[in-house]
């Protein structure tokens, strides 16, 4: 079954990345994100990061308004933890909604 979250961006800052806590890995639980959806806005790059590896850096105004969702398949152990945010190049401040759907198996 495929689960979702939800989390604000916060505001954003100009000329900078703002990272939130997304979702960390549980012991005997194996979470797969399998999804990411937001909201297109111009001049923001939606970035994920695994620890400190970083999965994605995506200009998230490319995707279709009407179906806005990256397909995904991320692991998260145990121990692990997926931080989500955005790099803003423009003036505009405005939090962002960002929501993942994942699934969760003992």
Avoid: C, H
């Avoid at 994605?56 to 945010?85: A, H, I, W």
């Amino acid at each position: 079954m495929l689960k979702w979250k939800r989390v604000s961006s916060g505001t954003l800052t100009l000329n900078a990345e703002v990272l939130v806590d997304m979702l960390s890995g549980m012991s005997g639980k194996n979470r797969v994100i399998k999804k990411i959806s937001f909201t297109p806005t111009q001049y923001k790059f939606l970035r994920v990061y695994r620890d400190a590896e970083q999965i994605v850096d995506y200009d998230s105004y490319t995707l279709n308004g009407e179906y806005p969702v990256l397909d995904m398949d991320l692991p998260v152990g145990e121990g692990q933890s997926v931080k989500v945010g955005f790099y803003n190049s423009s003036g505009a401040t405005t939090a962002i909604e960002i929501m993942i759907g994942y699934t969760e198996a003992a």
